[in-house]
């Protein structure tokens, strides 16, 4: 049986909490990530702030309360656009390829990053030149380029009417135009 506690904490906390939890047992750090919330908008019940949500997931290890059991924590803080997140990997070495893929697909800074290289926050998954972050919402997608192809398109077009057509051909199973109630 898995149990998750999900946990929403202060911005200003994020690092502190995994250091916490990291300390109490969930040593084992599986993978972080960011939802873009740049167009939440305030509600009467929450001020939700516009930016975007860093989530962590974390996995109790040692003294999970016994076989068959796993605890695992799901840490998640509102990272108000613009500003950098606390970096945690010097808490957790391993979320230095996550934090640089969440750089990367959304534009989130780290702030204290190390990953050992000396060479900071960096491209880890697109090609170079690629501009943009593809996992934003504002991201928009490259519109499918369209060349018209420099010949007839099919069999028998372009080249006059009394030309041949490509015969048509249909499914096994599917009746042709002929068939049905008329």
Known sequence: MKVTDVRD?????????VLT?????????????AVDQTDALQTEHEAA??????????????????PGRLESVLLRTRAPEGLPVPSITGVFHGAAWHERE??????VDFDGFDDGTGLGLRPLLLPDG???????KSFVLAARASKPWPGAKEPGEGHGEGSPGRRR????????PEWGPR
């Open 102 to 107: 969440t750089h990367e697909m959304f534009g």
């Open 9 to 17: 904490v202060p911005f200003g906390e994020w690092s502190s909490t």
């Open 169 to 176: 051909v249909q499914a096994p199973g599917v009746p042709g």
């Open 21 to 33: 939890l990291r300390d109490e047992g969930y040593s084992y750090f599986d993978w972080l990530t």
């Open 130 to 136: 690629f501009v943009g972050t593809p996992l934003r």
């Open 49 to 66: 702030v516009a930016g975007f949500d860093i989530v962590c997931h974390l996995i109790r290890v040692a003294g999970a309360g016994g």
